[in-house]
């Protein structure tokens, strides 16, 4: 079974509008780490927002969110008032913890949702 | 802080021959990562380092893959006997040993081999 889902290939959306990327994952660790990444055409890896399966609140960095259901094992990544450099592949990933043998701190990544932002 | 760098950006190499990346990580990141990413997939992990022990090797990681990190700053990546397969892009990354959990990459090593 994938430990990371993202079910949405590809989207376009609207300038200004709120987007939401899904994510959901699979463990059976009550400590995890969950983090979203976003990939422009030139490659890098730039760290988006990070949320930690105990806490208590959703993680908000600037316009990017995480709407963390916990029960529904889901982490979907919201970004508000979308902007032409938002186009780009978008990862969510998470680290385990050392009960599922996830010691290492090397995250597993899902496929990615390529998102366009159209003017 | 100029960022987790990586060397050289491109390589192009025949099959069959030996080929190394450098990783420079954020300066005092004790931790240090390695991934490969291919086409239309997410980055997966390959090896990690704390200081200079590697602590972790994942089965993607073969015999022809060696990883170091001699004095817990830089560290290569060697790929013996480079198959074609063997064609992604290699992505370091690095990251604090406490406190803040995110992994910060470099801009990653694109390999083609022929």
Redesign the interface.
Known sequence: AQKITQTQPGMFVQEKEAVTLDCTYDTSDPSYGLFWYKQPSSGEMIFLIYQGSYDQQNATEGRYSLNFQKARKSANLVISASQLGDSAMYFCAMREGRYSGGGADGLTFGKGTHLIIQP | DTGVSQDPRHKITKRGQNVTFRCDPISEHN?L?W?RQTL?????????FQNEAQ??K?RLLSDRFSAERPKGSFSTLEIQRTEQGDSA?Y?C?S?ELAG?????????T?LTVT
């Open positions: 931790r990562y991934y239309g997939q997410g980055p997966e992990f390959l090896t990690y602590l972790e994942s892009m992505l990354a990251s803040v959990p995110e992994q910060y990459f470099g801009p990653g694109r």
